[in-house]
């Protein structure tokens, strides 16, 4: 289900909230020595197209980002663990700074979160007595936070606390843990004291346990949906995340130091930076609107600037990628960026002659604004990701159409802007249609012949935060198990056909085989490599090494399914996720994130008051 809104007017922090915050943990970080540890959960099942090493080769920004709201706060021994480079590492094993970390932090995605409930797991079996706080966090925490939490009274594993936001919500927990917390008292037991005084329930963004006496949980107590920082230039330097990044190794334990500025370069060539955050439009199958409130936040283009000038000079990254969301949301906006992105010199030389980089953008707004292509490539912008989803427009309306599509891809080829199409396949799409662009290889072909140079095409599957995410469950379209194989949480990425109401489901997986196989093969490699007179010509052959590696990657994971699709039996759910622990607002209400059917709301009696009712829970 979509996340509610706050009150129209009360969705942003007032604008210097978050700077007052950062300066006062400063001061507060003088008196505590606290050592951190951010571990990014991943599952290597999920290795393959269209993600093959781009998951690999960029740090992810979200740990990066709390890395560096920790090191600006003053928390400066703190370590990034990812585990696409360290898939060993086990928070039972790990040291900092000699000793057993105050602090472990999990960000996970949905697809990751087999392993992010993993890594909790054995962070449990520390020693209470030492055992670090563990804060969960990240994409799947902030849509299901029941789910780092343990129903089984026999097996109370799961993490202190679940962070539901952004930094501003992290940085207010630590703030009141601090004020509070004794000289050499643990944190754990500080933030134990917070929870049972009511302490916490001020900071919207945060979910937590109210623990019986044997330590098992009986409700979850949730403060409610965060404000969200309205001015993103108030937030941290990037640079300071890429100081703390954990050196691949297959050992459990933690390396002395963090990587030198040296190796980062050559582990994370692709640097991820935060633009915008936010969509207009309203896609069912899409949580950003919903999760951003319906508000639209952007970086001003003189830090966005700024923010590549250092991570280039400090570590040589010379390729970036925009997050966010839809770069084009705000016109004005875009314009405003490329032209000081056009005019921005590093080292003496211009922007664009020392990085390059892409962002994601629609075919509706990429027209709007074709007369200013020559520009977005003279401010540096080398390729586009576009939701094309459906050419045709049957799947989801955003103001495209075949016509329309075919243009912005040539117009953009021909500014020397890369073209990347994101395609969304569904079960009213055939493979094939004559006389009609319907069919799933119709666009690939259209797209290609038009000047796409890479390509992400995907199984429309229900995305935790989503409009439809309950309705897809509850309906029996998800599928429960397949051939007595559980659908776990790795095959909801789109490469799996894992909800369908096809008559023969394993034909729309070879569907997907199908659309790579046409736009990856080495025939296309070589057109690309002879291609006279074309400056996306390394482009177009890397992209065809790249792709064909990751496609034989992609078959090898996906047949199987296939044919388990083929021969199986298959099982459909009958309701959404759900755990057994009832969960409830803190001032006794209902629950901003409680999963389906498991809202509780207290019944207060005469003298309660919304903080005590946390205490008597």
Request: aromatic share 6%; glycine share 8%; with cysteine.
């Given at each position: 289900?979509?996340?509610?809104?706050?009150?129209?007017?009360d969705?942003?922090?007032?604008p210097?909230?978050?700077?007052?915050l950062?300066?006062?943990?400063?001061g507060?970080?003088?008196?505590?020595?606290?050592?951190?540890?951010?571990a990014?959960?991943?599952?290597?099942?999920t290795?393959m197209?269209?993600?093959?090493?781009?998951?690999?080769?960029?740090?992810p920004?979200?740990?990066?980002?709390?890395?560096?709201?920790?090191?600006?706060?003053?928390?400066?021994?703190?370590?990034?663990?990812?585990?696409?480079?360290?898939?060993?590492f086990?928070?039972?094993?790990?040291?900092?700074?000699?000793r057993?970390?105050?602090?472990?932090?999990?960000?996970?995605?949905q697809?990751?979160?087999?392993?992010?409930?993993?890594?909790?797991?054995?962070?449990c079996?520390?020693d209470?007595?030492?055992?670090?706080?563990?804060?969960?966090?990240?994409?799947?925490?902030?849509y299901?936070?029941?789910?780092v939490f343990?129903?089984?009274?026999?097996?109370t594993?799961?993490?202190d606390?679940?962070?539901?936001?952004?930094?501003?919500?992290?940085?207010?927990?630590?703030?009141?843990l601090?004020?509070?917390?004794?000289?050499n008292?643990?944190?754990?037991?500080?933030?134990?004291r917070a929870r049972?005084?009511g302490?916490?329930?001020d900071?919207?963004?945060?979910?937590?346990?109210?623990?019986?006496?044997?330590?098992?949980?009986?409700?979850l107590?949730d403060?409610?949906?965060?404000?969200?920082?309205g001015?993103?230039?108030?937030?941290?330097?990037?640079?300071?995340?890429y100081?703390?990044?954990?050196?691949?190794?297959?050992?459990?334990?933690?390396?002395?130091?963090?990587?030198?500025?040296?190796?980062?370069?050559?582990?994370?060539?692709?640097g991820?930076?935060?633009?915008?955050?936010?969509?207009?439009?309203?896609?069912?199958?899409?949580?950003?609107?919903?999760?951003?409130?319906?508000?639209?936040?952007?970086?001003?283009?003189?830090?966005?600037?700024?923010?590549m000038?250092?991570?280039?000079?400090?570590?040589?990254?010379?390729?970036f990628?925009?997050?966010?969301?839809?770069?084009?949301?705000?016109?004005?906006?875009?314009?405003?960026?490329?032209?000081?992105?056009?005019?921005?010199?590093?080292?003496?030389?211009?922007?664009?002659?020392?990085?390059?980089?892409?962002?994601?953008?629609?075919?509706?707004?990429?027209?709007?604004?074709?007369?200013?292509?020559?520009?977005?490539?003279?401010?540096g912008?080398?390729?586009?990701?576009l939701?094309?989803?459906?050419?045709?427009?049957?799947?989801?309306?955003?103001?495209?159409?075949?016509?329309d599509?075919l243009?912005?891809?040539?117009?953009?080829?021909?500014?020397?802007?890369?073209?990347?199409?994101?395609l969304?396949h569904?079960?009213?799409?055939?493979?094939v249609?004559?006389?009609?662009?319907?069919?799933?290889?119709n666009?690939?072909?259209?797209?290609?012949?038009?000047g796409?140079?890479?390509?992400?095409?995907?199984m429309?599957?229900?995305a935790?935060?989503?409009?439809d995410?309950e309705?897809?469950?509850?309906?029996?379209?998800?599928?429960?198990?397949?051939?007595?194989?559980?659908?776990?949480?790795h095959l909801?990425?789109?490469?799996?056909?894992?909800?369908s109401?096809?008559?023969?489901?394993?034909?729309?997986q070879?569907?997907?085989?199908?659309?790579?196989?046409?736009?990856?093969?080495?025939?296309?490699?070589?057109?690309?490599?002879?291609?006279?007179?074309?400056?996306?010509?390394?482009?177009?052959a890397?992209?065809?090494?790249?792709?064909?590696w990751?496609?034989?990657?992609?078959?090898?994971?996906?047949?199987?399914?296939a044919?388990?699709l083929?021969c199986?039996?298959i099982k459909?759910t009958?309701?959404?996720?759900?755990?057994?622990?009832?969960?409830?607002?803190?001032?006794?209400?209902?629950?901003?994130?409680?999963?389906?059917?498991?809202?509780?709301?207290?019944?207060?009696?005469?003298?309660?008051?919304?903080?005590?009712?946390?205490?008597?829970?």
């Amino acid at each position: 289900m979509e996340l509610p809104s706050r009150k129209r007017g009360d969705e942003l922090l007032k604008p210097g909230q978050m700077l007052r915050l950062r300066g006062r943990l400063r001061g507060l970080a003088r008196n505590h020595d606290i050592a951190t540890v951010i571990a990014c959960a991943f599952d290597h099942r999920t290795r393959m197209l269209p993600f093959i090493y781009a998951d690999v080769w960029m740090a992810p920004a979200g740990p990066r980002a709390i890395g560096a709201a920790m090191a600006d706060a003053g928390f400066e021994k703190t370590r990034i663990v990812l585990q696409q480079w360290n898939r060993n590492f086990r928070p039972s094993q790990m040291k900092l700074d000699g000793r057993t970390p105050d602090i472990l932090m999990l960000s996970s995605l949905q697809i990751h979160s087999i392993r992010c409930k993993a890594l909790i797991r054995d962070a449990c079996e520390i020693d209470p007595a030492c055992r670090p706080l563990i804060i969960a966090g990240g994409p799947h925490v902030i849509y299901e936070p029941w789910d780092v939490f343990s129903a089984d009274p026999n097996d109370t594993w799961g993490a202190d606390v679940a962070v539901t936001g952004e930094e501003y919500v992290l940085l207010s927990l630590l703030e009141v843990l601090l004020s509070t917390r004794a000289r050499n008292e643990p944190l754990r037991s500080a933030f134990i004291r917070a929870r049972d005084g009511g302490a916490l329930d001020d900071i919207p963004g945060l979910v937590y346990a109210a623990r019986s006496a044997d330590g098992a949980p009986e409700e979850l107590v949730d403060t409610g949906i965060q404000r969200l920082l309205g001015d993103l230039d108030e937030l941290p330097d990037p640079v300071l995340g890429y100081r703390l990044l954990e050196p691949p190794s297959r050992k459990a334990a933690l390396a002395p130091r963090p990587l030198t500025p040296g190796r980062v370069r050559r582990l994370t060539p692709i640097g991820a930076l935060l633009l915008t955050c936010g969509c207009r439009f309203a896609c069912h199958y899409c949580p950003i609107p919903a999760y951003n409130q319906r508000t639209h936040r952007v970086k001003s283009p003189q830090r966005a600037a700024e923010e590549m000038r250092r991570l280039h000079d400090e570590y040589g990254i010379r390729c970036f990628s925009g997050l966010g969301g839809n770069f084009f949301n705000d016109h004005a906006h875009a314009m405003n960026a490329f032209e000081t992105l056009a005019r921005a010199r590093i080292a003496g030389r211009r922007l664009r002659d020392r990085i390059t980089w892409g962002t994601e953008v629609t075919v509706h707004d990429t027209l709007k604004l074709k007369d200013h292509l020559p520009l977005m490539r003279d401010a540096g912008l080398q390729a586009l990701w576009l939701g094309v989803e459906d050419i045709t427009g049957t799947l989801i309306r955003k103001g495209q159409t075949v016509n329309d599509t075919l243009e912005a891809f040539r117009l953009m080829r021909a500014s020397g802007i890369g073209t990347m199409p994101m395609l969304m396949h569904h079960d009213s799409q055939p493979l094939v249609t004559r006389k009609s662009p319907y069919g799933l290889l119709n666009q690939v072909r259209l797209l290609r012949k038009a000047g796409a140079v890479d390509l992400q095409a995907l199984m429309i599957t229900p995305a935790t935060g989503a409009k439809d995410y309950e309705d897809a469950f509850e309906s029996g379209l998800v599928y429960e198990s397949v051939a007595g194989k559980r659908v776990d949480a790795h095959l909801f990425g789109g490469n799996y056909v894992i909800a369908s109401r096809a008559a023969r489901p394993w034909k729309k997986q070879l569907n997907l085989i199908a659309a790579y196989l046409y736009f990856y093969n080495p025939l296309r490699f070589l057109m690309a490599l002879v291609r006279p007179k074309s400056s996306m010509r390394l482009a177009e052959a890397g992209a065809q090494l790249v792709g064909m590696w990751g496609l034989a990657k992609t078959i090898r994971r996906t047949l199987g399914w296939a044919l388990r699709l083929m021969c199986g039996k298959i099982k459909r759910t009958a309701r959404a996720p759900a755990i057994a622990i009832p969960m409830r607002g803190a001032d006794g209400g209902a629950a901003s994130h409680a999963p389906p059917g498991r809202n509780r709301t207290h019944q207060p009696c005469d003298g309660d008051t919304p903080r005590n009712l946390v205490r008597t829970a």
